[in-house]
């Protein structure tokens, strides 16, 4: 655990996507907030001039990199700009010259367009926004992409997904260098109140299934995400989308490419998911809410999915604790 402030640096150019860069300041900011000289952060440029993010933001950085000094933890965020072959050689260029004395590099998004030209990445598992998988795995075949995650670390390199899981990635970082209750203070502070892990997937279920809908299917996903503790039978189902129950098994299999049972399974798993780390329910009461009959096939399914029992995934992403009365009351007369 760190005695002094590290010292973080983010490589920003025009094109930047501006959450990407603006995220992790954010967090190392509110941590610096709950333990004042945590992190000294660091904005910086390739030739230290002002730059434009993607949405036009304008940023002034503090210095060009070359002349930022020590680097403990280097930033490389996402942006369209980056996927453009003359701006991701410079950066990969500048990252490595940079990497000999970082303890750790890290791509935010589509950072890894400017981390994976230096072969830091080669036969190392990383991860990248679910968009943009099949380009980078044409692009750097040596690297083992894994975009069914949020974040990987894997050795001194970090990768995170699509944009807000820069949050969860700097959340992560916080919590490798002065432990979980500082990593939670941050979360609760930026109303992150759904800690994610590392292992889980870039995009929920009910957003997955409503996506692969179409316009047979769509009313009805919307309407199943929203009634998981009804009587989601087949003939149930196939009754609401006006089809037999042998028609609507199979075009549902069709669309989803899952039995229509194996897909509300997931969903109400998905679903008691978020209420474990969302919530102090009774993982009794979180079975029911979510659907399932008994807690014993709860508990079966959950562990069958997720490899562990529903009170150990609690425990290894507890909820936030609730405010006291009064913490968020706000004094609006005048001092």
């Not at 440029?45 to 020590?70: H, M, Q, T, Y």
Request: proline content about 7%; charged content about 25%; aromatic content about 8%.
């Amino acid at each position: 655990m760190s005695t002094s402030p590290i010292r973080v640096v983010l490589l920003g150019y025009a094109g930047v996507q501006t959450l990407d860069l603006a995220g992790p300041l954010d967090a190392f900011a509110s941590a610096n907030l709950a333990r004042a000289g945590a992190y000294l952060t660091l904005t910086t440029s390739l030739d230290g001039f002002p730059f434009a993010s993607e949405s036009g933001l304008r940023i002034a950085p503090d210095a060009a990199l070359k002349d930022v000094g020590p680097i403990d933890t280097l930033i490389v965020p996402g942006g369209a700009a980056l996927r453009t072959p003359s701006v991701h050689e410079k950066i990969a260029e500048a990252v490595m010259k940079c990497s000999a004395g970082c303890r750790r590099i890290v791509s935010v998004c589509t950072g890894i367009y400017g981390v994976a030209p230096t072969g830091l990445l080669d036969a190392r598992r990383a991860t990248t926004h679910w968009r943009f998988a099949d380009d980078v795995a044409t692009r750097f075949p040596a690297v083992r992409l894994d975009c069914d995650r949020i974040f990987i670390k894997d050795g001194p390199l970090y990768t995170s997904a699509g944009i807000t899981a820069a949050i969860d990635l700097a959340l992560a970082l916080i919590e490798e260098d002065y432990g979980p209750k500082l990593a939670l203070t941050v979360a609760r502070d930026l109303v992150v109140y759904l800690k994610r892990s590392g292992g889980q997937r870039q995009y929920s279920e009910p957003l997955q299934f409503q996506a692969r809908a179409g316009d047979r299917f769509a009313e009805l996903a919307a309407w199943i995400a929203s009634h998981l503790s009804d009587d989601l039978s087949v003939e149930q189902l196939a009754a609401r989308a006006a089809l037999s129950p042998r028609q609507f098994s199979r075009r549902f299999s069709q669309t989803f490419g899952q039995t229509p049972s194996e897909r509300i399974e997931a969903l109400r798993l998905d679903a008691a998911r978020d209420h474990l780390t969302g919530s102090t329910a009774q993982v009794e009461a979180i079975a029911t809410a979510v659907g399932f009959r008994s807690d014993d096939a709860f508990r079966r399914a959950f562990d069958r999915r997720f490899g562990l029992s529903p009170s150990e995934y609690r425990r290894r992403f507890p909820p936030a604790p609730l405010p006291h009365p009064g913490d968020c009351d706000v004094d609006f007369s005048p001092p």
